[in-house]
């Protein structure tokens, strides 16, 4: 049978730098006063460091695209660390109170500790610690652990999408052994991170039979677990609605065995739909992207590898960022924040909403790549 080629749309072509105007600047001190044009304010900071992984799972990086022969960023167009810092200071001075590393695989990206340690001293302007935490597959993390935790993360969440190693080696593509994962999952939790989440995309026919070996290993342990709908991300993963295994019915299958009952948000704008076990062995959650939007309360804005701003998973632009700090004109805070700012305040995202109510979603290029911006 030959193989499938799937075109890949290049959303790394940097748009023009956003426009600075002429003494404008954002008021420091601000917090929370900015707001997009639905009335959501800016909380969450996703941050890209690499938009390289050592998987090729199906859903993200599909090895019939992403092979041997992907050219991916070279070096010196990635943000360096200290225009990560730098912006990440402008974005909480805008009212961000979390953020998050991802990738790719962020542990792939060099001295990742020294970053960690250039943004744990962020304070909000109110002088609030951040909620610093990092997304991975959990490859190298048993290595890595210490120093991340000794450089200032907090907590992380750790990808696994089954406990059966020939299932979840099918999904990595790449023959990785879910025992290495487990081990990094013991190892951060041995150093102090946490409370450590595990996501799990589940596939209809693909690993929805992981879902209750998942739930029986991880109940108990400490660890919070969440279940997540495959979504539309992209245009490489070959999303299919049959494929999606609601939410509700994964929860169907764990309360049968495991009953539960329902929690309260742990914070505004939480993607997460949170239950506790009855017998208060732990708590399970259900991220729904696809049955249940949760756009309404969406408050993160990504920043891509290398300084493209996206107000939304699923954009199809974004905005950049780069281009105003390596500019031949020397930009301040001030200004980058009134760009950043007026960004914001334009955006009108809300696919996942539109999309199940079967409503028109925006046109245009194909949508961005999730190991690009990170999920």
């Known amino acids: ?49 690499t938009d390289r992984c050592n998987f090729r799972c199906g859903y993200c990086m599909p090895k019939q695209v992403f092979g041997k022969h992907h050219e991916f960023l070279p070096h010196a167009e990635l943000l360096n660390f200290e225009e990560i810092t ?42 609030r610690p951040l909620d610093l935490t990092l997304t991975t597959n959990g490859s ?48 951060a939790q041995a150093v102090g991170l946490g409370p450590i989440k595990v996501n799990m995309v589940v596939q209809r026919g693909v690993n929805d039979d992981q879902i209750l070996p998942m739930a029986r290993h991880f109940r108990g342990s400490g660890v919070v677990l969440r279940f997540i709908e495959f979504m539309d991300v992209g245009a490489t993963n070959g999303w299919r609605m049959e494929q999606v295994l ?17 929690l309260s948000s742990s914070a505004p704008g939480e993607t997460a739909e949170r239950w506790a076990y009855a017998d208060g062995s732990g708590e399970v959650g259900f991220i729904s992207s696809v049955t249940q939007a949760f756009c309404g309360d969406c408050n993160r804005a990504r920043l891509s590898t290398e300084g493209q701003l996206y107000t939304c998973l699923f954009a199809t632009r974004g905005h950049d960022l780069r281009g105003l700090l390596r ?40 949508r961005v790549e999730m190991h690009y911006i990170g999920g």
């Open 86 to 127: 730098r912006l990440a200071g402008v974005f909480v001075g805008l009212g961000v109170e979390k953020l998050r590393i991802t990738g790719g695989e962020p542990l792939l990206r060099r001295h990742l500790e020294t970053l960690i340690e250039m943004l744990a001293p962020l304070r909000t302007p109110a002088g």
């Open 246 to 262: 609601p939410s509700a019915e994964v929860m169907r299958r764990i309360a049968a065995e495991f009953p539960l009952v329902p």
């Open 140 to 187: 190298m993390l048993a290595r890595k652990a210490a120093a991340l935790k000794a450089a200032g993360l907090q907590r992380l969440t750790v990808s696994l999408d089954g406990l059966n190693d020939a299932v979840f080696q099918r999904m990595n593509d790449v023959g990785f052994p879910v025992a290495e994962v487990l081990e990094g999952i013991r190892a």
């Open 327 to 366: 500019g031949a004109a020397p930009v301040d805070d001030g200004q980058l924040s009134a760009a950043v700012a007026a960004v914001w305040a334009g955006r009108t995202d809300r696919y996942s909403q539109l999309r199940g109510r079967g409503a028109p979603t925006p046109d245009g290029p194909r």
């Open 1 to 49: 049978m030959p193989a499938r080629v799937i075109p890949l749309h290049d959303a790394r072509t940097l748009q023009p730098a956003l426009p600075v105007a002429a003494g404008r600047s954002w008021p420091p001190g601000q917090a929370g006063s900015v707001a997009d044009a639905l009335g959501r304010p800016l909380r969450d900071l996703r941050i890209s460091v």
